[in-house]
């Protein structure tokens, strides 16, 4: 499994973007990132995975550059609620070999603020 | 919308008690996995149940763990002689495919287990 490292934590403020980039430096061919958002005391959400370039839902936006050694998550116009752990998360989505766990970091630890 | 259930929220035992963790995954979903988190630290990885079987299991999983599907809905973890040390919050987690799906986890809101 890829290793991957992120900020332990950001503050940011209500109506900001919050960008949080993930570094995968030795990503493998297969592999596809996924983010992954837990609030205090609740399970584990998934919000949005990609492969390379942009991947947009209504809750972020995903970017991946070329090389794809990094990723970065972008939460448009924060509010209160979206203060959570955010987890970012390298592997094969696709063999049954690899294992279909996941694996979790430390996360980002978003605080937005009034 | 769908979502994964889990009893009790909160359970309390004395060291050395069975306890049993119950769950009940999305209706269609195939793969029923079991994670742990003790306060303050990374979600970690128990096991993996696909087609009545264990498809994985990690090093904490280890003999006073068991899990099983015992009808339709329900999917329970079984700790046999619980120690202090299992003292967490315990998510089950389901999801429709592997190959499809594979990082599309579902999870429930967990089941704080303490041990005293």
């Known amino acids: 499994l890829a290793k991957t490292t992120q900020p332990i934590s950001m503050d940011s403020y209500e109506g900001q973007e919050v960008n949080i980039t993930c570094s995968h430096n030795?990503?493998?061919?297969?592999?596809?990132i996924t983010w992954y958002q837990q609030f205090p005391s609740q399970g584990p959400r998934f919000i949005i995975q990609?492969?390379?370039t942009k991947v947009t839902n209504e809750v972020a936006s995903l970017f991946i550059p070329a090389d794809r050694k990094s990723s970065t998550l972008s939460l448009p116009r924060v509010s209160l609620s979206d203060t959570a752990v955010y987890y970012c998360?390298?592997?094969?989505?696709?063999?049954?070999?690899?294992?279909?766990?996941?694996?979790f970091g430390g996360g980002t630890r978003v605080l937005v603020k009034p | 919308e769908p979502e994964v259930t889990q009893t009790p929220s909160h359970q309390v035992t004395q060291m050395g008690q069975e306890v049993i963790l119950r769950c009940v995954p999305i209706?269609?979903?195939?793969?029923f996995y079991w994670y742990r988190q003790i306060l303050g630290q990374k979600v970690e990885f128990l096991v993996s149940?696909?087609?009545?079987?264990?498809?994985?299991k990690s090093e904490i999983f280890d003999d006073q763990f068991s899990v099983e599907r015992p009808d339709g809905s329900n999917f329970t973890l079984k700790i046999r002689s619980t120690k202090l040390e299992d003292s967490a919050m315990y998510f089950c987690?389901?999801?429709?495919?592997?190959?499809?799906?594979?990082?599309?986890?579902?999870f429930g809101p967990g089941t704080r287990l303490t041990v005293t």
């Open positions: 987690a389901s999801s429709l495919t592997l190959a499809g799906g594979q990082y599309e986890q579902y």
């Open positions: 030795n990503i493998a061919t297969n592999d596809y």
């Open positions: 990609g492969y390379k």
């Open positions: 998360l390298v592997g094969d989505k696709s063999s049954a070999a690899a294992g279909n766990k996941l694996t």
């Open positions: 209706s269609n979903h195939l793969y």
């Open positions: 149940f696909y087609n009545n079987e264990i498809s994985e």
